[in-house]
């Protein structure tokens, strides 16, 4: 297995003083990170690529307007 550092950035609507964005940061162990993501967020729409840094990141739209991203940099 793979290990990687994971930062999580929720995307919420901006509404009653709430930060638009909440970023949580996580070592994670996986082989599979977009199965890792599913695992996580079962419903919503998945779109996956490479940054030029080499980051891995998975995106999730979902019908609520909360996206998600996350962004695996190998360890």
Not at 19 to 45: F, W
């Amino acid at each position: 297995m793979k290990n990687y550092e994971l930062i999580i950035e929720r995307r919420q609507p901006t509404c009653g003083g709430q930060l638009p964005v909440k970023c949580e940061i996580r070592s994670v162990s996986t082989d599979d990170p977009v199965a890792y993501v599913r695992k996580e967020e079962p419903h919503g729409e998945l779109n996956t690529y490479t940054t030029d840094a080499g980051e891995f990141v998975v995106e999730l739209k979902n019908s609520r307007g909360h996206d998600v991203k996350y962004i695996f940099t190998e360890d």
